[in-house]
């Protein structure tokens, strides 16, 4: 058992109010199962932004580290630099901005920045840092990356004295979607970006690697030219919901999220729960109050919504509204529930599972928003 995430006494037992509990073993089940999808020559590119999606990044990069995956990607060079500082070898690659004050890091550190246009790659040049550099070009999702159609600005990255181009990039808007439409502009974004590569290449560049796929281009399009998958998501063994997808492997859920329960007492019928009265009990209900709440990542507008969480490996369904620090539970038909009894929010308990896709639907949103954003004082235990 291990704590990356508060600085608390040594002693202090983790499993005290509430916490993540992180499988290491479906990480390395999903990240070879991942690996064994991708064509010949094309590697996976671990995105352990965020803190690996609420994972603990370090533990997770180191992990994966050892297990042989070599390139890994972050959104920001703070992320970059407590990687390298913790020890990780591997290739680093900063998807974010970085403000060019800040270059000397990303030297120093031996991280890859991606680059989002012609400008910023010569503030970056103007630097006088060495940095090593991958191309982002917009295909068509218009969130960053260079215009495809701007050839001279992105043939002049190659020439500029302190950028190292070691790869090119894109980035797909809907490839989580099997609509028609959307598979049409998929794969229009796929051949936008092997035409510049190729057109690049027959100009004498040297593009390096190139890579297009997240977790769902992976899952939905053959790409048997690129040389990494930046795959995010689905290391962490699910999907951020439920569409279908046309590759759809078997991944083991990395996280469980897991609360004490701090009391239990019974109320009687016309009481009611939580702030603001929203639910009043029709009869007489044991109630149990977790030690767990919006502070801690638990969406608060989850509240009214036929959430439920595990108690003894049976649902108790969430009461009124949610707190900060604490929920409450209906625990009438679960015998025996006592304070310090343990409920799951998410992952298994008994025969019965919360699925992180199913916990991110109540709140109207995707798994990746729920993971990334589970609270950092929750300690996460490896095991
Ligand atoms: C976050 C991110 C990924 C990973 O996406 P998943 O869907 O979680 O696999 C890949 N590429 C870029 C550019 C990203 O920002």
């Known amino acids: 058992m291990s704590n990356d995430t508060l600085n608390s006494p040594p002693e202090l037992y983790l499993k005290g109010r509430a916490w993540v509990e992180i499988d290491l073993l479906a990480l390395e089940h999903n990240a070879q199962t991942l690996q064994s999808l991708l064509p010949q020559g094309c590697q996976l590119m671990a995105v352990v932004k965020a803190d690996a999606y609420g994972h603990g990044a370090i533990h997770i990069a180191k992990h994966l580290e050892a297990m042989g995956i070599k390139a890994f990607a972050v959104a920001t060079v703070s992320e970059g630099v ?48 060495e940095i090593f550099v991958h191309i982002s070009l917009d295909t068509g999702m218009h969130r960053e990356g260079i215009d495809i159609s701007k050839t001279e600005e992105i043939e002049s990255i190659f020439s500029m004295k302190n950028l190292k181009v070691e790869g090119i990039s894109t980035h797909f808007s809907s490839s989580d979607s099997l609509v028609q439409e959307d598979i049409d502009i998929t794969m229009r974004q796929l051949s936008l970006f092997y035409d510049t590569v190729d057109s690049l290449v027959s100009k004498g560049y040297d593009v390096g690697k190139l890579h297009s796929q997240a977790t769902y281009g992976l899952l939905n399009y053959d790409d048997d030219r690129s040389h990494f998958a930046r795959i995010g998501i689905a290391l962490y063994g699910v999907m ?3 569409d279908k997808t046309r590759l759809s492997p078997k991944l083991k859920p990395v996280l469980s999220l897991r609360a004490n329960i701090a009391q239990v ?33 638990i969406p608060r507008n989850m509240s009214g919504k036929d959430a439920t969480c595990l108690v003894h490996g049976k649902r108790a369904p969430i009461l009124g509204r ?20 343990v409920a799951t929010l998410i992952g298994n308990d008994g025969d019965d599972e919360i699925r992180c896709e199913d916990f991110a639907l109540l709140s109207d949103t995707i798994t990746n928003e729920i993971l990334s954003r589970l609270g950092s004082r929750l300690p996460r235990i490896y095991i």
Not at 88 to 100: A, C, E, G, Q, V
Not at 268 to 282: L, M, N, Q
Request: charged share 20%; net charge negative.
């Open 322 to 341: 949610i707190c900060m620090d604490l929920l409450m539970i209906d625990v009438s038909d679960i015998d025996n529930v006592v304070a310090g009894d």
């Open 82 to 129: 407590s990687l390298r500082q913790s020890g990780l070898l591997s290739d680093i690659l900063i998807m974010n901005y970085t403000h060019p004050q800040n270059a000397v890091f990303l030297e120093k550190y031996g991280l890859m920045q991606l680059i989002v246009d012609g400008e910023y790659a010569k503030a970056l040049n103007d630097s006088g840092y």
């Open 265 to 297: 007492r019974w109320i009687e019928a016309g009481e009611s729960v939580s702030y603001g009265r929203t639910f009043v009990a029709d009869k007489r209900i044991k109630l149990a109050t977790v030690c767990v709440g919006y502070a801690d990542g």
């Open 240 to 242: 951020s919901h439920d």
